[in-house]
């Protein structure tokens, strides 16, 4: 289906060269001589590069159909993470790729999204909070409480992240997969 310059708004996502794009911002321009242009921002959402594109009042783009779907992710064999479709319990292998940096707070069973166009995964999203527990830390020195400094952790997705000085091993942590950063101990 083709959109004109005047249905493209923030969230909509449309093709450009065979490459699929969400707009993140578009500003409807109207000049006193000639005629009016979209200049938009636009994110890839294979890679999540941001590119701007100046659409023409007379352009037709096409809009890209994404379906959203709720995954579980099951285990990783290679380069391929492998998933279950929480409606019709298909299993569904997505390319490292699609997965990105949120590959290192993937644990089993962990329910997540995941954005298709045509059938081939584009972008998989973690929940922004996931809670997890501290495999492995240095011991916290008795006293240092009341500074706030913060020292490196092993968390059982394999990945390090920074913690307070007062979390130790075995402790159950809450962690926003947005900035990678603790938020606070869970009990």
């Known amino acids: 289906m083709s959109l004109s310059i005047n249905e493209i708004k923030s969230g909509v996502t449309i093709l450009v060269d065979d490459v ?6 578009a500003q409807h321009v109207k000049p006193g001589k000639g005629s009016a242009f979209v200049r938009a921002k636009l994110r890839n959402m294979k890679n999540a ?35 279950m479709d929480q409606d019709n319990y298909e299993e569904i292998a997505v390319p490292e790729e699609a997965i990105g940096e949120n590959v290192k707070f993937l644990k089993d069973n962990i329910e997540v999204t ?30 240092d409480t009341a500074k706030s400094g913060t020292k490196p952790a092993e968390i059982e997705t394999g990945a390090t992240i920074l913690v307070p000085l007062f ?8 962690v926003d997969t947005r900035s990678g950063g603790y938020v606070e101990r869970v009990n």
């Open 20 to 25: 699929v794009y969400v707009v993140v911002d």
């Open 49 to 83: 590069n941001i590119q701007e594109k100046t659409f023409r009042g007379d352009e037709k783009i096409d809009q890209a159909f994404v379906e959203e779907r709720k995954l579980q992710y099951q285990y990783k064999s290679g380069h391929l993470y492998h998933f």
């Open 114 to 143: 995941g954005n298709f166009y045509k059938s081939e995964a584009l972008t998989v999203n973690l929940p922004n909070f996931i809670e997890v527990h501290i495999v492995h830390t240095e011991p916290g020195i008795k006293g």
């Open 167 to 174: 979390v130790n091993e075995g402790d159950k942590i809450k």
